[in-house]
């Protein structure tokens, strides 16, 4: 039997914030001030006098909740001034009755965070964090763009023009030109099928059919403005490519290989190692990142993520931009994992698993690798034939979890140990997974009293 767990004090002061949008109540141990509580303004200045008030206090360390986007100029500031600031999620400490005013909840925050009972949410460091805010403003930017595709198209089917029938893309080189065309004053489908690209798989006479129909003037209306609104995110999206490449090539690189005696011999500089091709499919995103991401990337963190079967610069970027590069901040594949929502929550009690799933979540990072495992499920590799091995038994959302835990476990390991990935293929891997159902048999018949004999043909 394990000896009682004796709860730590974190030394030597500890203080709690209760932030909200216009008040933040502050609370330190009742012999470091005559007034242990105080309340300050969300205003810069306030935020200085808060600052001021906690380091004269001898305060060292800060626990505050993570309540909306109100916490962040405060974590800023505090973490400037040399205090070691503890993100607490809300949920973790919301579970005893009777604390539901400010001025309690900031004392009850401080009382747990000075017996070590809160535990910090992940945050990366500055560099990280000024490129995340990037990649969440561009898939926003994304997100918004995306209804006025949607409303060209209602616009166009309203006026019988069947446009998204015979292209795949109207936003593609051929829908384009068309649609530009249209809003130009061009009514003739004829010289509207002209404009077609010659990759265009649509013959120049199905597109002129398609395009036949009547022109009414308030379609053509919504038509003009909802092309209007796609350019103008179009553009917004294209500076924000800018800013985030930028932001990449402004990175240091996270890990320099150790010196090898070939290394500390004097030999002409080499140049720096490029990302190997990867097969990719067909198809192209038109909302894949602008520049060379997978470069980049590799710069940074030595590995080359994009090797990985399934991640693709956009996912390894978001990947990245989500998780870091210290793989120190979880101690093992599991807790990464589990802070992920990729591993099951065990519900145990009398030593039987009642419930087991996984958490509900809104990881940015875990989205992009259930993406990376989407991705591979009809690949010829590894991971592609775990996830259909998977499927087979258990459905296609369990393998999908699986998968994306599989990839996830991957991706923590070449960054913790920068080592680079290589894929063994699905035929290898379903001969090793044979070759261990083999072994299992032949254990259990053995322990039967029974041997296996492999079928001849």
């Known amino acids: 039997m394990s000896s009682p767990t004796i709860l730590p004090t974190v030394p030597p002061h ?67 001034r040399g205090l070691q600031v503890c993100l ?36 990366p460091d500055a560099e990280i964090v000024t490129r995340r805010s990037y990649l969440r403003h561009r898939a926003e930017l994304i997100q918004h763009r995306a209804p006025h595709i949607l409303h060209m198209q209602k616009a166009l089917r309203q006026m019988n023009l069947q446009l998204d029938s015979v292209l795949t893309d109207i936003t593609g080189v051929t829908g384009q030109a068309i649609l530009r065309a249209i809003v130009a004053g061009e009514r003739d489908p004829v010289k509207l099928a002209q404009l077609r690209h010659p990759n265009c798989h649509s013959p120049a006479a199905m597109i002129a059919k398609a395009l036949t129909g009547p022109w009414c003037e308030e379609h053509l209306l919504v038509l003009k403005q909802a092309l209007a609104l796609f350019d103008f995110y179009t553009t917004q999206l294209a500076e924000c490519d800018a800013a985030v490449a930028r932001c990449f ?22 140049a720096a190692p490029t990302a190997p091709a990867k097969k990719t499919s067909h198809s192209h995103s038109k909302n894949a990142p602008a520049g060379n991401v997978r470069a980049d990337i590799l710069r940074i963190t030595s590995v080359d993520l994009c090797a990985v079967d399934g991640i693709s610069a ?62 591979v499920s009809r690949a010829d590799c590894a991971t592609g034939a775990y996830y259909r091995r998977i499927r087979a038994r258990l459905g296609p959302q369990q393998a999908l979890v ?24 699905a035929e290898a891997y379903n001969t090793r997974f044979r070759e261990h159902e083999v072994k299992l048999l032949e254990r259990k018949a053995a322990k039967l009293g029974f041997t296996v004999t492999p079928k001849t043909v």
């Not at 994992?337 to 990072?365: E, F, M, Y």
């Not at 998968?403 to 960054?415: D, E, P, Q, R």
């Open 14 to 80: 500890a203080a709690g914030l209760a932030i909200g949008k216009i008040e933040i109540y502050a609370a330190v141990a009742p012999t470091a001030d005559p007034q242990p509580i105080r309340v300050f303004g969300t205003f810069t200045p306030d935020l200085h006098a808060l600052a001021d008030w906690l380091v004269a206090c001898g305060v060292t360390s800060v626990a505050l909740e993570s309540t909306g986007v109100y916490w962040i100029p405060v974590f800023e500031l505090l973490a400037a």
């Open 88 to 123: 607490v999620n809300a949920s973790h400490i919301q579970r005893v009755p009777g604390r539901k005013s400010d001025y309690q909840d900031c004392e009850w925050l401080r009382q747990l965070h000075s017996l070590g009972l809160l535990a910090a949410s992940f945050r």
């Open 249 to 270: 090539s402004a990175i240091r690189p996270r890990f320099t290989p150790p010196p090898t005696a070939a290394d500390t011999a004097e030999t002409p500089p080499v």
């Open 314 to 375: 956009s996912i390894a970027q978001i990947i990245l931009s989500e998780i870091g590069t210290d793989m120190t901040r979880w101690p093992t594949v599991k807790h990464f994992c589990s802070w992920l929502r990729l591993a099951p929550r065990n519900d145990i009690s009398g030593g039987k698993v009642l419930k087991s799933r996984t958490l509900p979540h809104h990881q940015r990072a875990a989205q992009a690798f259930r993406l990376a495992a989407q991705a």
């Open 402 to 425: 699986a998968t994306a835990h599989k990839i996830a476990g991957i991706v923590y390991f070449m960054l913790k140990e920068h080592r680079p990935y290589a894929d063994r293929g």
